[in-house]
């Protein structure tokens, strides 16, 4: 036993671990190439430009823009496919355009474009491409890639974004009159431009008030694609605004047959027209028709119980807010909607109904915030009743 502790040296071990510890740690921190054959998240090959393109938007997101943009021209380089390289040029070109450099940043997501076929993909390139001149200051160049947005792609969150982006640019540079001048004149090349008359449409009743002429440009939009929901919404949109209320109905008609999925949406717009028109018997009549057939969803019954509300049919509001109980999928949903039915009662002053309720919801509820809100309402029932009852006075 002694001869083999004698036999032991530590010294040329602390040697071997003083060489092999920063081997390890240089191992570890050191870059590593691309992988020869780049594999994607499910195990399948992924393109070889991917691990560049990663790289690049590494660099960037950390204010290293020389070191992207080797990165982004080697991605390119070595890409096989026309969704990666045009993932990769529009990257690159949006990079160009945040450090100010727009020609070369339009360069890059123009040549992206050639490679897509998507247009919605197409049409947040041209968003981009839009911000970055009005950011300059080029509103007719920005005004034309806002124009490209709109004639590319059917988002209507996107078109939306579009032409407010627009309408504020000119706003702001005090110069809306060069915007409509702009519509007008491509009108008169073609009569049947429907992105110019979206556009006027949209100055006229948002930002240089002129209903007349909104109406006009809606109505030949709408004309000119009779099966586009945003089309024919927009012009019943206008005609309720502006009191046509039957003309208005009868597009809302039209468009519950065109998207269906959205008839309850529709129905109610209809019912809230007559409600703005203060024919309340007919927006009831209306509204009614939101929760005719089968699978009728909570939330119809409660859209169809406010407009009853808001139109003084008190009791078919109630039984609405009850049938929205009934059909409420969902504990915490059902919870909803009895609050609202508390709510209901204690409007129609049937307190005894709401106490009742709020009762069992103060211990029942699923969730603390609705026992909250019922434990607050029993109290707020509670001190009314005895301000009533101290200003009877007491009884003889």
């Not at 003309?247 to 998207?259: G, N, P, S």
Request: with cysteine; aromatic share 6%.
């Amino acid at each position: 036993m002694r001869r083999h502790l004698m036999a032991f040296q530590p010294f040329p071990l602390m040697v071997l671990l003083l060489v092999l510890i920063p081997v390890a740690a240089w191992a570890q921190v050191a870059p590593r190439p691309a992988p020869e054959t780049p594999v994607g998240p499910r195990g399948d090959k992924a393109d070889p430009g991917q691990y560049h393109c990663d790289l690049a938007q590494v660099h960037a997101r950390y204010g290293k823009t020389p070191e992207a943009t080797v990165a982004y021209a080697k991605a390119l380089e070595v890409s096989e496919s026309d969704a990666m390289k045009a993932r990769i040029l529009s990257a690159w070109g949006e990079l160009l355009l945040r450090n100010d450099e727009t020609a070369a940043g339009r360069e890059k997501l123009e040549q992206a474009m050639t490679y897509v076929e998507d247009k919605n993909i197409k049409g947040r390139m041209a968003f981009s491409l839009a911000r970055a001149f009005e950011q300059k200051g080029n509103l007719h160049s920005a005004a034309g890639q806002y124009r490209a947005v709109l004639e590319t792609t059917d988002q209507p969150w996107m078109r939306e974004s579009a032409i407010n982006r627009m309408l504020m640019t000119y706003r702001n540079a005090d110069k809306l009159d060069a915007l409509t001048a702009l519509q007008e004149s491509a009108l008169k090349t073609d009569p049947n431009d429907a992105t110019a008359l979206e556009v006027l449409t949209a100055i006229h009743s948002r930002m240089e008030p002129d209903m007349e002429k909104a109406l006009q440009t809606a109505a030949r939009l709408a004309a000119l694609k009779p099966d586009d929901v945003s089309a024919q919404s927009l012009l019943a949109g206008l005609r309720a605004r502006a009191g046509q209320v039957e003309q208005a109905a009868a597009v809302y008609e039209k468009l519950a047959e065109l998207d269906p999925k959205n008839k309850t949406l529709y129905y109610e717009r209809i019912a809230s027209a007559y409600l703005d028109a203060e024919n309340k018997e007919k927006a009831v009549e209306q509204a009614a028709r939101m929760v005719e057939g089968d699978g009728v969803r909570s939330r119809d019954w409660t859209r169809y119980a406010d407009i009853c509300m808001r139109a003084d049919a008190n009791e078919k509001a109630v039984a609405a807010f009850e049938k929205a109980v009934e059909s409420s999928a969902f504990d915490r949903e059902r919870d909803a909607m009895e609050i609202r039915l508390a709510e209901v009662y204690r409007q129609l002053n049937r307190s005894e109904e709401a106490i009742a309720l709020y009762r069992r919801l103060s211990v029942e509820a699923q969730s603390p915030h609705m026992r909250t809100r019922a434990k607050r309402a029993l109290l707020e029932l509670d001190k009314a009743k005895s301000e009533e009852n101290a200003e009877r006075g007491p009884e003889e």
